[in-house]
């Protein structure tokens, strides 16, 4: 009797040490900070934040079976188009890693918990922190004797990628290249450059989050966003960067080419699309940006979309027909490819858990965007490519858009349930 104590005894403390030395295969801390990591050869290359600091990324080491796998997030924040507001934003976190926080939360597509990120959990996962302003693409600098700015961002991303090869992404077995907004953006202008880093072997594969901006015309008939890229290009040198056969194709206009409208059918590495079909930045400055909107007429209608008036609510839903409209030869012809566009007001939905993977996330045919991208990268089904219905219909939109829109529509179908088609038909979106 005392013998098979002991040996019950033995056994538990046995099982308690396995499992205290495990690593988190299925679990994790939701909030886990990562330090901040230099790139401290970036300066032999010429790749400075815009103040001349050097350049960053935060890593969280994989585990277990994804030990050589590789996630890289471009982190986003808009873009300066003139000197001007390169200098303001030399001046904060969003031009130079001196006020940058030097750790950061990963949570979503880049958290180390198998319950919250299913599929990428225990892989490498790097946030390329963003300091250029031109979507980690340009490669110049200015100086007038007064101020000193560094265009450089096409040299940080490879002073980044030079710097973790030696780290493990050198020898990838499987890799995903991802971004939020002007992030998003920069997972198109990068995509092949990323797939050519890596080995041939590896499955190598790319999503933009919010990072489908439109050439849209805003309501006051203007091409905002074209202007501003227009600038942007000429002022950081980035058409040297753009894809060659892209600028040939747009020959004169080569800035198109920084549009993923335009550059899309030019990438081949696969390529997944996550976006809202009324982003709320493109809304907010694509649409209706303030030098269209002066007497402040879309004021409330920004605010809370169920004050829009009906001429306001058909602007939004002509931009959505746009984007579609943009992504039709994509969703028909892209054996490859994948896409989730769904009908709530937001911007960025897979770097935060909400969004990303919880039980309020947001679902088309009732899956997450979690579940949609994996069932894409991992080939689970013969074709991932989701189109939301519009608005109001949604109803897993609740948390980000009032309850009282739901009786806007009465008579939706319930877009969330398995029936019927398994994919909705562009040319009845954009009818």
């Keep these: 009797m005392k013998t098979t104590r002991l040996l019950h005894v033995t056994a538990a403390i046995v099982l308690l040490l396995l499992v205290a030395l495990s690593p988190p295969l299925v679990s994790g801390n939701p909030g886990r900070r990562v330090s901040m990591t230099l790139v401290r050869d970036a300066a032999a290359l010429g790749a400075f934040c815009l103040d001349g600091s050097l350049p960053a990324y935060n890593l969280d080491r994989g585990f277990g079976a994804g030990s050589n796998n590789w996630l890289l997030q471009f982190e986003g924040g808009g873009w300066c188009n003139d000197i001007a507001s390169c200098v303001d934003r030399s001046k904060t976190f969003r031009g130079s890693t001196r006020f940058m926080s030097k750790t950061v939360v990963f949570s979503g597509i880049l958290s180390n918990n198998a319950s919250l990120n299913p599929d990428f959990y225990n892989w490498n996962r790097v946030r390329l922190r963003y300091c250029d302003g031109a979507s980690f693409a340009g490669d110049t600098q200015f100086g007038n004797g007064t101020s000193l700015l560094y265009f450089r961002g096409q040299r940080i991303w490879n002073a980044i990628i030079l710097d973790l090869l030696p780290k493990g992404l050198a020898k990838a077995r499987k890799a995903l290249l991802t971004g939020c907004s002007a992030g998003g953006l920069s997972t198109f202008l990068h995509c092949d450059n990323f797939t050519s880093y890596l080995p041939k072997t590896a499955n190598v594969k790319c999503m933009s989050d919010a990072g489908f901006f439109l050439d849209a015309i805003d309501v006051a008939s203007n091409r905002t966003m074209r202007s501003l890229y227009t600038q942007l290009v000429s002022l950081q040198g980035i058409q040297k960067n753009l894809d060659p056969n892209c600028t040939r194709a747009f020959y004169p206009e080569p800035s198109l080419c920084f549009f993923p409208q335009y550059v899309l059918r030019f990438i081949k590495t696969p390529f997944f699309i996550l976006n809202s079909a009324y982003d709320v ?130 008579n939706a179908p319930d877009h969330n349930s398995r029936g019927g088609r398994s994919q909705v038909d562009l040319d009845d979106l954009i009818s």
């Design 281 to 410: 930045f493109q809304f907010h400055h694509g649409l209706v940006p303030p030098s269209a909107d002066r007497t402040g007429r879309w004021n409330r209608c920004k605010r809370n979309v169920t004050a829009c008036n009906p001429h306001q609510l058909d602007a939004l839903q002509g931009f959505r027909n746009d984007m579609l409209g943009t992504l039709m030869n994509f969703f028909r012809n892209s054996t490859r490819g994948g896409m989730f566009i769904n009908s709530c007001f937001d911007h960025c939905q897979s770097a935060l858990q909400e969004t990303w993977f919880s039980p309020t996330s947001p679902r088309i045919h009732n899956k997450t965007i979690a579940e949609t991208v994996g069932d894409w990268y991992f080939g689970r089904e013969k074709e991932a490519k989701e189109i939301d219905c519009p608005y109001p219909c949604d109803k897993t939109c609740h948390n980000l858009i009032p309850a009282s829109t739901d009786s806007l529509a009465p």
